[in-house]
């Protein structure tokens, strides 16, 4: 049996999570939880440190790898500085072997691997290879695997997908379960206990912007139905939850087996959410049906990622969705009492001001047709690889790095996690404003009496941004963002503020509880 440590990193700019702060917490790291579920179902002995909630996560990692074989770290691009600091500190202190895996690996594997503190990459899904590393097989017979040999690089062919039956339920006791589970139903706006499942894998769609699409991991499996039942019940049993996130990229492909898992589900009280694609709400997919069943069976809401309202946009996204669809999705939404979350992105390379006008007056369409939705509007930031992340570095005449360290620099890290530069689309301020400005036109009536029932003075002042944001949208008036810049100093003084508040608490609760002299 061997030792394993698998490191979820902090992202950059560094961030961990703190109880007191306004946000829920992070999600699960379930890349580690399913290698370290897996690892541990084989007989060996994973030790999961997520340093994005852990605040002494460097100090666990330099412990845990003193007697372990492997280190391993699921890294994303906005991940490697934390990840490449580790890793040189195992490298140089510890006999482990240091392993790189997630979505920046599988990109980058030749240059990932090249890096004098690694010695393996794992390209794609790691269960298998990971096991058979840790197993002690020779790494060059190890599919999905790159690794070192006379001073160069070996990169293993990929093998076929893996069978996620074979990994019947997360293990979240691999976890501090309870830093994770407290959160807010958006669709409520409730606080529930609440867990995710990943019940399938991949995505047969070709969205330009997407992982699967860059990674070729469009091949949809599922678990079986009564695999994925099993784990629900397992999950309120153990700890008690009161909802469920199918923690996946599509959960409708497949109408029958939606349908029988909420036949089998419906009688748990339990509410569950997911992501839906708008062109899905039609006759024979997600139509009145199967609505009626998931509504009776717990569903509270669907993320739809309906991107934009222009038709030249959604074609170079390749979403294969219309406007017209997206509106759809809308009426159903509200016809069935689901609330939806829309989503939206503005800045896509060569996306012009009459492009972004189209989708401001969906978002206009949707929020009308469905009072119960929330949504936002995100700018488009690349991710590495792919079709639009070249794009916009032909456009925006940037270099891509030539090294792993070189992907630390701020300019870099700030293109993939800081929407400030843009220089892959003209007007970059106006399209930061969009974003901001539609963000907040998605905080509906509704949700306004929310705020203002929980706090009548917060939530009147947050109401008079709202209605400044509708009369821009109603104007089409983007530019002099004044109330932009306000609202921004308004939740960080509220913030500094409310951290100060829950210290002062703390440190007198400490001073009540201490001994006398």
């Not at 792919?386 to 090294?403: A, D, K, M, V, W």
Request: glycine letters at 6%; a positive charge.
């Amino acid at each position: 049996m061997a030792k394993i440590v698998l490191v979820n990193p902090s992202f950059e700019p560094i961030y961990v999570y703190k109880k007191n702060k306004l946000e829920d917490p992070p999600n699960v790291p379930r890349a580690i939880l399913c290698l370290g579920t897996y690892l541990k179902s084989k007989g060996h002995h994973p030790v999961l440190i997520d340093a994005v909630i852990d605040e002494h996560a460097m100090e666990m990692v330099m412990r845990e790898a003193q007697d372990a074989a492997f280190v391993g770290f699921s890294v994303m691009s906005s991940q490697i500085t934390n990840a490449l600091k580790l890793s040189d500190l195992v490298k140089k202190n510890t006999k482990a072997q240091v392993v790189w895996g997630g979505m920046h690996s599988t990109l980058f594997t030749k240059q990932t691997c090249e890096d004098a503190a690694i010695d393996f990459v794992v390209h794609g899904e790691g269960d298998e290879a990971l096991l058979e590393l840790v197993d002690g097989k020779d790494p060059s017979e190890i599919k999905n695997l790159a690794y070192k040999k006379d001073g160069q690089v070996i990169v293993n062919e990929r093998r076929g997908f893996f069978d996620i039956d074979k990994v019947a339920h997360l293990d979240y006791d691999l976890l501090d379960v309870e830093k994770y589970i407290t959160r807010t139903l958006v669709q409520t706006q409730k606080k529930v206990r609440m867990l995710p499942i990943m019940s399938s894998r991949g995505c047969p769609h070709r969205c330009s912007f997407c992982i699967h699409v860059v990674c070729k991991d469009r091949a949809y499996r599922t678990q079986s139905v009564d695999c994925t039942v099993n784990e629900i019940k397992r999950l309120k049993k153990l700890y008690n939850i009161q909802a469920i996130k199918f923690a996946e990229d599509n959960f409708f492909v497949n109408r029958k087996r939606v349908k029988e898992i909420c036949e089998k589900i419906k009688d748990l009280n339990i509410k569950w959410v997911t992501e839906c694609r708008a062109d899905y709400f039609r006759p024979g997919h997600v139509d009145e049906e199967l609505l009626n069943l998931m509504r009776d069976s717990g569903c509270a809401g669907f993320t739809i990622g309906a991107e934009s309202g222009s038709e030249k946009t959604l074609n170079v996204l390749k979403k294969d969705i219309t406007p017209q669809q997206i509106i759809n999705a809308a009426e159903i939404c509200y016809k069935y009492n689901f609330v939806p979350s829309f989503s939206f992105i503005v800045g896509i390379p060569g996306e012009t001001k009459e492009d972004v006008l189209k989708t401001v007056k969906v978002i206009e369409t949707v929020v009308k047709k469905c009072p119960i939705l929330i949504g936002g509007v995100g700018l488009y930031l690349p991710y590495p690889g792919g079709e639009l992340y070249n794009y916009c570095f032909e456009i925006g005449r940037l270099t891509e790095p030539r090294s792993l360290r070189e992907w630390t620099s701020k300019d870099n890290l700030n293109m993939m996690t800081n929407p400030q530069k843009v220089p892959w689309v003209k007007n970059s301020e106006y399209m930061k404003n969009v974003a901001f400005y539609g963000g907040l036109y998605f905080f509906t009536n509704r949700r306004l009496s929310m705020y203002i029932k929980r706090d009548p003075f917060l939530g009147l002042g947050f109401a008079v941004f709202v209605l400044l944001t509708r009369l821009r949208f109603k104007t089409r008036f983007f530019y002099l963002s004044w109330d932009k810049k306000l609202f921004n100093l308004a939740i960080q003084t509220l913030s500094r503020n409310m951290r100060s508040a829950s210290l002062v608490s703390r440190d007198n609760k400490e001073k009540s509880n201490a001994p006398p002299l």
